[in-house]
């Protein structure tokens, strides 16, 4: 059986018993282990529950799959973005040598990284796919560091559950626990397909986060914080999908 099939099976059989048992037996089971995204208020409350602690629960450690170099998309598909503020655009015309990424929250040192500082950090690849919740995707080859390098750098507080991230772009941002914050495949990105990481594709810095949604994966990376609670960014749901009527966690 494959992976997907037999995740399907168990994650349906984890909502059956939930059904059986009662959603307060799931609610208190997902509370005890701190397995409660969010999101988790309101009319799909119970369903995001079930999604985020049964994903968290057989997948904490899976790999995204990763395709040999033959499968990277000829033509990659840009998603449609914004047009650039007038911020961008200044960064845009020197070359994004003044781009900075702040790091910041519940660290031991905060501190910010210009790309040269990132690109010195240790550099790694993955030929992955973006899968936009519209039902498209493609496949391309992502270089950048690894997220955990820059959170190490700067000493998450072991009482940091989230990790936040924010665009120049005030519309986007999101939030990630831990275990994908660390997951060796949560990069800083800023390279692709051998080279600079295009504008459209989120150059000069995207979050890429192959375990989730495209959404997830936020191009013009400004801001990182380290937080023990969601509650006081936005309306509280952990990023700006929920309040848009996208789920936090998206995993795939
Ligand atoms: N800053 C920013 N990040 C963004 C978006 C955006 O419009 N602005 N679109 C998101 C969505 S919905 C998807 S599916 C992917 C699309 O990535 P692509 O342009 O590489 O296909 O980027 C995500 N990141
Ligand atoms: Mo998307």
Redesign the pocket.
Known sequence: MSNISRRKLITTGLVATAGAAGIATAAHLTRRYGLIPPDNDGFFGPGETLTYAAQRILTRHSLAREFPRSMISEK???????PPSEAFKRHQATGFSDWKVSVDGMVAHPASFSISDLKALPAHNQITE?????GWS?VAEWIGTPLHNVLDAVGVLPQARYIVYF?I?P??WESIDMADATHPQTFLTMGMNDGDLPV???GPL?LRLPRQ???K????ITRITATDSMKRFGKGLGSASPETGYAWYAGI
């Open positions: 990659p598909f840009g998603n449609e973005v914004a973006v899968v936009c919740e519209e493609y665009s772009e519309d986007w459209q594709f989120g995207r949604l495209g959404y994966s936020v191009k013009y």
